[in-house]
Structure formats: structure tokens, C-alpha cells
């Protein structure tokens, strides 16, 4: 009765990287024999913990950090399933409250334009429809930014006890963000019908610009990650500026294409997958695909550091987190 | 040492002179941290020197080494804040030395906290689901064991139940259940046996004794030094950071006992204070021959030689002694009245001996505290603590039933009745 992990590897390979030797062999149906069985194996994963930086070796690095993600999908698949389990089983109007921060949002902005405390510009389509689209993607991007230090300090136990593939954590994360945005979107549903807003194919591709916007988010909240962790002014600070962040974004106006506001739709990462996102579900055409593009491109190698960031520091952070 | 090309195919952890800076600031640890990061991003790595210290920082870890091999039960012992813990979250891989390195060839369990990512709301079944998961297993490895888990737990009837109406002792047994049925190679455990009600106990003991047969090996961090011979067959003491024993068991754990009294000592001494008409002086622990001796043998004779020394006479003086464990406190309180002695301390003092002819503690540490009184009860001289310190090192006591244990011999006869 050989386990799975030896039916995998017959010939005793399981020379593997050093992340894989966290895994326990797969147990058979007489339960007993199988650790002897694992043992009688010559070759096997060895872990070296010394003092050394692993970005020394920086294609190992990324190869442990992917094949971290991929032993740790599946307890992220269970940690995510508990957290919107436990998220909604304790509530009276359970799945309601995720709708409901955009949809009030929404109405304060709604309210203040019609007391014409300031002019949102030409829509092209109805401002209502127009601010409720902004709220959602600009509550999808501020979730991501805030998620990689939410979820280390909601699972400092967890982390601080245990080793674990610690990538699974930020699956779990993303995954809520984007559990979240898509409840958001339904929204639009009602609001599309409403305000006879014409779908235009070009919503096929705003998931792309979406995922974008969010995968930067993550990127920035990552590599604010261990200076949030250590000190608690980060996270402070983050809480106190939001609303300024979120009144240079145009969200409740149309962005400003004269100089020096134009300049904020570049200096602003938030902005320009934003009004892709947004045109592309809304309006059919884009003046902001190039900007969009490049910020989109720019995520991909800033995400990449941000995961090496994270996977370096998580021990630092642990120490000091006891120490 | 390197273990992939060691030889010796059977050893499972290798630490090689590792090093480990704490630092207890609160403010300085958020900078060092932050600095450390840094470092660690550009590559600078942190083997440090081990005079480099920064300010604040001191040595929770210092230059220590030690193997285990396949099937070994290792309990790591030592007084609180001794590096027990941190060696244990390295070895792990929770935290990186700072200078040395550790080589671990098999896989690693560890139960550091039962039921770390519990979530109260939901029941035990989807929990287990999902502590399984933290632990590295996959659904369908845990729909096989299900049925072990809850059985070797004892909730059957309350698994479905959601997790906050359990009990602590049934949150716990929980935790180990599915850790211990998880079957790593190597299986760390921080302070989680002093838990769970004894008929538990004994069985989660049961069940490691039968993975240590298996080939598992264990490494055991605990304070309960009196239930380690259940299962660990080695010790590995550290004292300040430091390893200062490696081997058996026994002798692990009375170096442990003495190290617990010795900084009782150190505290006692600063206490005292001179100029006294009457105090005790010298003490030495002797053998049959009055030769001075610190190792016996349960059963053996043990003589105490208690110099008194006096700057004023003492009329009838009396004597008291105590022998102690510092893990068990007073055994046993002797007096001279109670056996009739009186006498009196001259200038300038003289030498009294207790002798006790058949020594009946087991193997462990102790000593003796002393004190000088005069005739009437509120004639205090002086008391001494932690003097004539001792061990009892022989016979092996057992912890499984065959043969005797606990803190002393007793004088017994058994009879089969019918």
C-alpha cells in the first residue's frame, strides 16, 4: 500500500524544493504504516534555515513564492470559505451589508451635487449611475491597498504559530476583495435599468482594467506592508488621508484634462485603471487607455517586488511581533 | 555538516551554531526591524558577528548545537526566557537565525498552540477542514482521517455543534487529535501536553510513544519536567541562551531543578544581611566518611555538616532543617528538640552533623534550608536557604509502570490476595 506521494514519485525522487518538504504524506488505509513507509526513503527534501538573504538566489526565490501560491491554494480556498461563513452567519441582514457601503456613498454624493455643492461635469451618462460606478471600483482599489496589512495583523496568530505557505493569506485576501466587488457590481444591474444606460461591448473587457486596479492596489498595500506592521502610524495615517485620496481621484467628477489637474490622472495610481474601468463599463469609449495601459503594465513588475517584499519580511515581522 | 551528503541517513535535524539577537525595546525592535528588512531586500543578509551587538539587543540564542535522528524524543528544557521557545519557532522556520544553520531532512508538524484558527462560529467538523488545511493537508487526506480525528478526540456527539460551545478541554483535544494524526517526521511541541484532563493525557502520551516507535522524532518544550520520562529518552538543557547539557534525561532534569534553585540563591544571598549573635555557617553534604560528596544514590547515607558560628554564647540552641526540592519545596523538617539534643554554641561557634542513613528520594536535585533558634520560639538567629545542595542520581526511576517513581522510596510489600 504505497501513498500517493510515493505513487508520484516511484523512484524515491522526491529530491523537491525546500517548501514542498512542508507537506505531510498523504495517509493510506491501514493509517500506521505509511510514516515507516516514507521513511525507508534515502533521498530526500532537505531545509536549510540559516542566516543568509534568499534574494541571493532570486530565481529560487520566485520559484518558492509560485509554488507557494500553489500549495497554499487550497488552504486559502478553506480560509476564505471560513471567512465569508463566519463573515455572514452572526448578521440579521447578511449579504445586504456589502451592498450597502457604495449604495450610501453613493446617495451623500447624489444628495450634495443636488444642493449644487459642486458640479460633476459632463457624464455622458447619469451621474447617479456614473458616481455609483466610481464607489464600487474605488472601494474595490482602497480593499486591496488596505488588504495585505488587515490580513496580517487579523492572522498574527496564525502566522506568529505556525508555518504555512503565508502567500495563501494573500489569496484569501484577494479573493474577499474581489468576492466583495462582485457583490458591488450586481448593483449596477438595477442601476443600468433604471437610468437606461446602454451596455456597450466594451464592458467585456473591463474585468482586465478591474483585475488591474486591484492588483495594484494589492502591489502598494504590499510593499507598505512591513512598515505598517511595525508601526501603527501607517495604518493611521492610511485611515486619515482616504478621503483627500478619494476627492483627487475623479470619482464624483469628471477627471480634469487641463493643467495642472490633468496632472493628478498621472500621479495618482489610483486613477487611470479607475477610468478605464469606468469607461469601459459605462461609456463604450476611452480617452484613457494609454495611461491605463501603462499603469496596468507597471503593476505587473510592482506586484512581483511587493511578493518578494512580503515573503522576506514575514520573519522579521514575526520576531518582532513576540520579540 | 551538511545532511544531504552526511552518511548518516537517519538524522533528521541538524542545528549548527546557531545565533539569535533579541531585542526587548519596543521602540529600538520596530526600527531593527525595519533596518533588518531593509537589509534582507538588498541582499545584505544578517550574519552577524557575534560581538555586533546593537544597543538593547542581548543573546536569546547563543552558539547552539545539537542533532536529532530518526525515532529520537528530545525534550528541550530550561528556565523561562532560556531560548527553549525560540529555538523551537527556528527550527520551524517562523524566524531566521542570525548567524549558524539549521538542516532539517524530513517533514515537519508542529503543534505550537492547539487550535491556532479555530473560528468559534463554525462547528467542529468544518474546523477541522480547515486547521487540517493550516497543517498542510488536503480535503480528501482529511475526509480518510475524519473519522479518526473525531474518534480519537472523543466529540463524536458534538461535532457538528459550532466550536464556541465547546468546552476548553474539548477545544484542546480537538487540536491535538488532528495534529497528532497529521504523522509528520518530525514533530514539534511547545507546552501543549500540560493540557487536557489526565485520562487524555495519558493517551495523547500513548499515542506519541507509538509514532517514536514508528520513526517520528519529537522535539518536547515543557516546564512539567515530571512528565517528560513518559516519553523523551534525551535532554537538551539551555540555561541564558545557551546549551548546557545534552544526553540523558534524568541528569537533563536535575540540572534543570538546580538551575531553578540557583536563582533562588542568588536572590536569598542579597537578602542577607551580617551581624548576627548566632548564624550558620559553613555547609557541607558528606558522605558515610565525612568526605564531602554532591552525588548519591537513593538509599545511601548523607551527612550534613552544619558549622555554627556564634559572637555571643547560645544557651540551649536549637536546630532546624529542612530538606527541599525546588520543584517540590519542603520534603521533610527535622528538628534537634525532637530528638532530645539540646546544646549550647561557645564562642567561637562549633560543628553539628545531621545524618540521615538511608537517603529515600528518587533521582533529582535538592537542599537543605537552615535555621538557628534559642530556647523559646520568638529566639531567632538566622536562617539559611539553598545550602548543602545535592543530588540523587541513581537508581533509574520509570515512568511506565515497571519499576518506581515520583520523589521518594517507599518503604512497600505487595500481597496477592485469594
Redesign the interface.
Known amino acids: 500500500m504505497g501513498t500517493e506521494f510515493e505513487k508520484s514519485k516511484p523512484n524515491g525522487e522526491d529530491e523537491q524544493p525546500i517548501t514542498v518538504?512542508?507537506?505531510?504524506?498523504?495517509?493510506s488505509?491501514d493509517?500506521?504504516s505509511?510514516?515507516?513507509e516514507?521513511?525507508g526513503h534515502?533521498?530526500?527534501?532537505?531545509?536549510?534555515?540559516?542566516?543568509?538573504?534568499?534574494?541571493?538566489n532570486p530565481v529560487q526565490l520566485i520559484r518558492d513564492i509560485a509554488m507557494d501560491f500553489w500549495?497554499g491554494r487550497?488552504?486559502a480556498w478553506?480560509?476564505f470559505l471560513?471567512n465569508i461563513?463566519?463573515l455572514y452567519?452572526?448578521t440579521l441582514l447578511g449579504l445586504f451589508w456589502a451592498f450597502l457601503p457604495p449604495i450610501a456613498n453613493t446617495a451623500i454624493w447624489i444628495f450634495l451635487r443636488q444642493a449644487n455643492v459642486f458640479s460633476m461635469g459632463d457624464t455622458q451618462v447619469d451621474g447617479t449611475v456614473y458616481i455609483l460606478t466610481g464607489m464600487i471600483l474605488w472601494q474595490a482599489f482602497i480593499d486591496a491597498f488596505q488588504m495585505p496589512l488587515a490580513m496580517l495583523n487579523k492572522n498574527r496568530?496564525?502566522i506568529?504559530?505556525?508555518?504555512?505557505p503565508r502567500e495563501s493569506l494573500l489569496l484569501v485576501g484577494i479573493g474577499e476583495v474581489l468576492f466583495d466587488l462582485l457583490i458591488r457590481l450586481l448593483l449596477l444591474i438595477p442601476a443600468f435599468l433604471i437610468f437606461q444606460v446602454t451596455v456597450h461591448a466594451s464592458i467585456l473587457y473591463a474585468p482586465i482594467a478591474i483585475l488591474g486596479l486591484v492588483l495594484l492596489g494589492a502591489a502598494l498595500g504590499l510593499l507598505l506592508m512591513?512598515?505598517g506592521s511595525?508601526?501603527q502610524d501607517v495604518g493611521r495615517f492610511i485611515s486619515m488621508v482616504l478621503p483627500f485620496w478619494m476627492i483627487i481621484t475623479p470619482i464624483i467628477y469628471v477627471p480634469l484634462t487641463t493643467f495642472p489637474g490633468s496632472l493628478l490622472n498621472w500621479v495618482n495610481p489610483a486613477s487611470p485603471l479607475l477610468l478605464l474601468a469606468r469607461d469601459w463599463l459605462l461609456l463604450g469609449t476611452t480617452s484613457h487607455f494609454a495611461t491605463g495601459l501603462i499603469f496596468g503594465a507597471a503593476a505587473i513588475p510592482i506586484l512581483l517586488i511587493a511578493l518578494?517584499?512580503y515573503r522576506?519580511?514575514i520573519?522579521?515581522?514575526?520576531?518582532?511581533m513576540?520579540? | 555538516m551538511n545532511?544531504?551528503r552526511s552518511s548518516s541517513?537517519d538524522l533528521i535535524l541538524d542545528v549548527d551554531h546557531v545565533w539569535k539577537v533579541?531585542?526587548?525595546n519596543l521602540k529600538r525592535?520596530?526600527w531593527y526591524?525595519?533596518k533588518?528588512?531593509g537589509?534582507?531586500?538588498?541582499?545584505?543578509?544578517?550574519?552577524?558577528s557575534h560581538q555586533n551587538l546593537r544597543t538593547g539587543e542581548f543573546f536569546a540564542v547563543r552558539d547552539a548545537s545539537f542533532q536529532i535522528r530518526?525515532g529520537e524524543c528530545l525534550a528541550m528544557i530550561g528556565p523561562n526566557g532560556a531560548g527553549k521557545s525560540t529555538m523551537l519557532?527556528?527550527?520551524?522556520?517562523?524566524?531566521?537565525?542570525?548567524?549558524?544553520?539549521?538542516?532539517?531532512?524530513?517533514?515537519?508538524?508542529?503543534l505550537?498552540?492547539l487550535g491556532?484558527?479555530f473560528?468559534p462560529?463554525?462547528s467542529g467538523r468544518?474546523n477541522i477542514?480547515?486547521n487540517a488545511?493550516?497543517?498542510?493537508?488536503?480535503?480528501?487526506?482529511v475526509d480518510?482521517?475524519m473519522e479518526?480525528i473525531v474518534e480519537f478526540a472523543e466529540l463524536g456527539h458534538v461535532i457538528n455543534d459550532p466550536i464556541k460551545t465547546y468546552s476548553s478541554g474539548m477545544r484542546v483535544r480537538l487540536g491535538f487529535s488532528i495534529a497528532a494524526?497529521?504523522?509528520?517526521?518530525l514533530l514539534l511541541m511547545d507546552e501543549v501536553l500540560a493540557v487536557g484532563d489526565v485520562g487524555f493525557r495519558m493517551k495523547c502520551f500513548k499515542h506519541l510513544n507509538?509514532?517514536v516507535k514508528?520513526?517520528?522524532s519529537i522535539v518536547l518544550v515543557t516546564h512539567a519536567v515530571g512528565m517528560l520520562q513518559r516519553v523523551a529518552t534525551r535532554s537538551v538543557v539551555f540555561g541564558q541562551g545557551k546549551i548546557v547539557h545534552d544526553g540523558d534525561l534524568e541528569t537533563g532534569c536535575t540540572i534543570y531543578e538546580e538551575m531553578l534553585g540557583a536563582s533562588d540563591r542568588i536572590r536569598a544571598k542579597k537578602k542577607e544581611e551580617s551581624g548576627r549573635a548566632g548564624e550558620i555557617g559553613s555547609v557541607e553534604v558528606c558522605n558515610e566518611l565525612m568526605e564531602p560528596q554532591a552525588e548519591f544514590e537513593t538509599g545511601e547515607m548523607v551527612r550534613l555538616r552544619i558549622q555554627i558560628n556564634a559572637r555571643e554564647k547560645i544557651k540551649d540552641a536549637r536546630l532546624v532543617v529542612a530538606l527541599c526540592s525546588p520543584v517540590h519545596g519542603v520534603l521533610s523538617s527535622v528538628s534537634t528538640p525532637y530528638q532530645g539534643i539540646h546544646f549550647d554554641v561557645d564562642l567561637p561557634g562549633r560543628v553539628i552533623t545531621l545524618e540521615i542513613p538511608k537517603i529515600p528520594f528518587l533521582i533529582g536535585a535538592y537542599h537543605f534550608n537552615i535555621s538557628l533558634f534559642g530556647p523559646e520560639k520568638v529566639d531567632f538567629y538566622h536562617r539559611s536557604s539553598l545550602r548543602g545542595v545535592f543530588r540523587i542520581v541513581g537508581p533509574p526511576t520509570d515512568g511506565n509502570g515497571y519499576g518506581i517513581n515520583g520523589i521518594t522510596k517507599l518503604q512497600h510489600s505487595w500481597k496477592i490476595n485469594g
Open positions: 518538504a512542508r507537506r505531510i504524506p498523504e495517509t488505509e493509517g500506521n505509511e510514516v515507516a516514507t521513511l534515502t533521498s530526500r527534501a532537505v531545509i536549510t534555515y540559516s542566516a543568509q538573504s534568499s534574494i541571493r500549495l487550497e488552504l478553506r480560509l471560513r461563513r463566519g452567519r452572526q496568530n496564525l506568529s504559530k505556525l508555518n504555512f512591513p512598515i511595525l508601526y518578494v517584499v522576506i519580511s520573519p522579521v515581522l514575526i520576531e518582532r513576540t520579540a | 545532511l544531504s541517513s533579541y531585542c526587548r525592535a520596530m526591524g525595519l533588518d528588512v537589509r534582507e531586500i538588498v541582499g545584505g543578509g544578517r550574519d552577524r530518526r519557532k527556528m527550527i520551524n522556520g517562523l524566524i531566521k537565525p542570525d548567524s549558524g544553520s539549521i538542516q532539517i531532512s524530513g517533514k515537519i508538524g508542529a505550537i498552540e491556532t484558527g473560528n462560529i463554525l468544518e477542514y480547515i488545511a493550516v497543517l498542510g493537508m488536503r480535503k480528501r487526506e480518510s482521517l479518526k494524526n497529521l504523522r509528520p517526521e507509538e509514532l514508528q520513526g517520528v
